[in-house]
């Protein structure tokens, strides 16, 4: 079965540092690759977009990495700050009307 | 624009209830989902419509959920019975024309069956 697997457990990182984190899945074949980002209490707020012919995408200090090969994106977060805490979702679609599956989410917690 | 919007923020009911969620997408946006969030499970959709319609509901539990968008700005997420294993935060999310893949999600309606 379609499976997305994110590290359940949290990344401290020191304030500065750059935060990476994984987003691995298993028999899906995804047209794209989303990053999210959800603060407690609030709804996730889109964040990029990759697709499967895109290897690489910026925006501001985020980094997103996609290798279908491996099955799997890197999310960066260069000189992260402490506002930078949030819990953060990688989501796949096939593409059409395939719907959007969503991982179980990576919370990071920058400190000062 | 105000964003998506969803009443109640907060429900707490009796098992047996019966519960009612509502969702403002925003306007102009053709596309509106249904997720619920779970620690357990994250966030799963359960339906969503395009141009009022509903295009795949395979996410819905049971027949105790049922949607509906009667029109394209408003759409109502129903449990009938509701059971303890329905607590959980609900979200509602739209997309706009041509932009289906990223979706703008509302605050969720955090819901406690007793």
């Known amino acids: 079965s379609q499976k997305i697997e994110q590290n359940s457990e949290a990344l401290n990182i020191q304030e500065g540092k750059t935060a990476t984190l994984t987003c691995n899945y298993t028999?899906?074949?995804?047209?794209?690759l989303q990053w999210y980002r959800q603060d407690p209490g609030r709804g996730p707020v889109f964040l990029l977009l990759i697709r499967e012919n895109e290897k690489e995408k910026r925006k501001e200090r985020l980094k997103v990495t996609f290798d279908t090969t491996l099955k799997q994106s890197l999310f960066h977060i260069t000189a992260s700050q402490p506002a930078d805490s949030a819990t953060y979702l990688c989501?796949?679609?096939?593409?059409?009307?395939?719907?959007?599956?969503f991982g179980i989410g990576t919370k990071l917690q920058v400190i000062p | 624009d105000a964003g998506v919007i969803q009443s109640p923020r907060h429900e707490v009911t009796e098992m047996g209830q019966e519960v009612t969620l509502r969702c403002k997408p925003i306007s102009g946006h053709d596309y509106l989902f249904w997720y619920r969030q779970t620690m357990m499970r994250g966030l799963e959709l359960l339906i969503y419509?395009?141009?009022?319609?509903?295009?795949?509901d395979s996410g819905m539990p049971e027949d105790r959920f049922s949607a509906k968008m009667p029109n394209a700005s408003f759409s109502t997420l129903k449990i009938q019975p509701s059971e303890p294993r329905d607590s959980a935060v609900y979200f509602c999310?739209?997309?706009?024309?041509?932009?289906?893949?990223?979706?703008?999600f509302g605050p969720g309606t955090r819901l406690l069956v007793l």
């Open positions: 989501a796949l679609s096939s593409g059409g009307y395939q719907k959007v599956t």
């Open positions: 419509f395009n141009n009022n319609v509903p295009i795949d």
């Open positions: 028999n899906y074949s995804p047209a794209y």
């Open positions: 999310a739209s997309s706009y024309p041509g932009g289906r893949e990223t979706q703008y």
